[in-house]
């Protein structure tokens, strides 16, 4: 199939232009720079430079293109688009990303209609869920309850599945590229547990990830996915793991109290009340084999 990555060479765009190039696939991928183009031929598709925040941009891309698929894999997370991560104030460090899911979403799904593309693919977040409603790890079906920007990913969701669409939901991000700044700050100690860290997190595997969207594109799938690993995980059981596969000492456990002062209500939330979610739906509906089914043969690999 001819198919449209918006967000390209992001670090899931680049997994996912790789992969969809081993198979077959003529991949058209965009970058907000020309520094990004040459990546981008080199992983074997076709690059455009791309404004996703601009109507005009984002339709002469698609048109250009002429896919048969969009992907919305756009984000701006880096450094040069949200500076430094920071979750004491993160509606500013999720702003411009936040844009993406609603402005930039609705500019992809314009283009889509004008151009006659029937089949949208979008990335949402399954990082961690505060409901109580429903059991202890979280379904497709259950509420989906976030500390920022819920206005945006349900609308990303809901325009998107309206559309005929499929929303995949990604876990937290593990792998080449996606969690440096936390490598490093494991590997300093400066990244504690906090309170009794009974925080839910549901990780995958950038490569994992890749392949599930694949199958979504390729299935055409529909309606809204988990795409997690088996694994839902208690900060308190993957922060020490984690520490341990590199080689540095066990992380130092603070109060939420001062947790809070620190690094804000969000990073709190996130250590001590989020919930995981199933990938149940994904396996059975998608046939998704995950090459990481745990995350702690993820981390074994990717820091011992």
Request: hydrophobic content about 45%.
């Amino acid at each position: 199939m001819r198919v449209f990555v918006a967000g390209g060479s992001g670090v899931v765009g680049c997994q996912l232009v790789a992969q969809l190039v081993a198979r077959g696939h003529q991949v058209t991928a965009t970058a907000t720079s020309p520094a990004k183009l040459a990546l981008l031929k080199e992983l074997g598709a076709e690059g455009v430079v791309m404004d996703g925040l601009d109507t005009a941009s984002v339709g002469e891309a698609v048109a250009m293109a002429q896919p048969e698929v969009i992907v919305n894999e756009m984000t701006a997370l880096s450094e040069k688009h949200a500076g430094n991560p920071n979750l004491r104030r993160p509606e500013r460090y999720f702003a411009i990303t936040g844009r993406l899911r609603s402005e930039g979403t609705d500019h992809l799904l314009a283009a889509a209609e004008a151009t006659g593309v029937s089949h949208v693919v979008a990335q949402s977040g399954a990082l961690f869920n505060l409901t109580r409603q429903g059991g202890p790890v979280k379904t497709e079906q259950d509420p989906l309850e976030v500390p920022v920007g819920a206005k945006e990913i349900s609308h990303l969701e809901d325009v998107v599945v309206k559309a005929g669409g499929v929303i995949l939901r990604y876990g937290t991000l593990y792998g080449p590229g996606t969690s440096d700044d936390q490598v490093r700050l494991v590997r300093k100690r400066m990244f504690p547990l906090v309170g009794d860290g009974a925080g839910q997190f549901s990780f995958v595997h950038v490569e994992d990830a890749a392949t599930a969207t694949i199958l979504a594109i390729e299935k055409k799938a529909r309606g809204v996915f988990n795409i997690v690993d088996d694994d839902p995980a208690a900060a308190s059981d993957w922060l020490p793991y984690m520490a341990e596969c590199m080689g540095a000492k066990p992380p130092r456990r603070i109060p939420a109290w001062l947790a809070r002062l620190v690094a804000g209500d969000m990073a709190v939330a996130m250590m001590t009340k989020g919930y995981g979610f199933s990938n149940a739906k994904a396996k059975a509906e998608l046939g998704w084999e995950l090459r990481y089914p745990s995350w702690r043969q993820g981390f074994r690999h990717e820091y011992a």
